[in-house]
């Protein structure tokens, strides 16, 4: 609902590039080049974070203060005025962003830092399983939130160098994660932190499964984990 620059800056961005091409010269080719350059490498990594414009992130403060200084000087506005224009700009700026990141992003960003998770992970770290898988989502980065949930330590994290988030699946001390078509050869008596839909898929694989725990709300049928026990032995054995 918002993007990388304030609101205010649709005036000043446009004004202060405008100014700089015009007088386009040696001092300014680096902001030029720059500005065509950026967004090559940009458009060639994931669409989905905001991450893949930092390059920019310097540039377009520049050109919007050299438009400020541009609006001001060619509308002849004295510095007192200036000034409370400035600073009521950026009142009204803050206003906004703190209303959409304290009160707006809580609500549809619950569904990636969820309490209900939160739940999930902490009857993982209080069971008696010394396995504990979970498969990979879509967009959810669960390593981080599995080390953020269990208060890993950061420096025992650094120290793995051959710790790999990218490979089929990603394991740190009792954890793992997995995609569902890679779950094979489980050696040992697992707990699994399954979405609902997950159920079935491992029961088809011929794994013996055993509901342990529900999180979620069950009366209003709306189960965001079903925590399993993933038995070594299979069915069909």
Excluded at 112 to 126: P, Q
Excluded at 172 to 184: G, V
Aim: glycine share 2%; with cysteine.
């Amino acid at each position: 609902k918002i993007g990388q620059l304030q609101y205010v800056e649709i005036i000043t961005l446009p004004v202060g590039i405008f100014y700089l091409l015009r007088q386009y010269n040696k001092k300014t080719i680096l902001l030029v080049v720059w500005l065509i350059l950026y967004p090559i490498p940009a458009a060639l990594t994931a669409p989905s974070h905001a991450l893949r414009a930092i390059i920019g992130s310097v540039l377009f403060p520049i050109f919007s203060a050299y438009g400020t200084i541009k609006i001001i000087k060619n509308f002849r506005i004295n510095r007192k005025l200036s000034e409370s224009i400035i600073i009521i700009s950026t009142i009204i700026s803050i206003i906004v962003f703190s209303q959409l990141y304290f009160y707006e992003y809580p609500q549809y960003s619950h569904k990636t830092w969820s309490r209900d998770l939160v739940e999930a992970i902490n009857y993982a770290k209080n069971s008696r399983y010394s396995c504990v898988i979970m498969s990979y989502q879509q967009y959810i980065p669960l390593y981080i939130l599995i080390l953020f949930y269990t208060q890993y330590p950061p420096h025992k994290y650094h120290l793995l160098s051959s710790v790999n988030t990218e490979l089929v699946s990603w394991q740190i001390d009792k954890y793992k994660l997995i995609y569902l078509s890679n779950l094979e050869n489980i050696e040992e008596t697992c707990l699994f932190i399954a979405r609902p839909k997950e159920v079935k898929l491992i029961s088809d694989k011929g794994y013996k499964v055993k509901l342990l725990h529900l999180i979620g709300d069950a009366q209003n049928d709306k189960i965001s984990y079903k925590i399993i026990e993933l038995s070594s032995i299979k069915m069909n054995n």
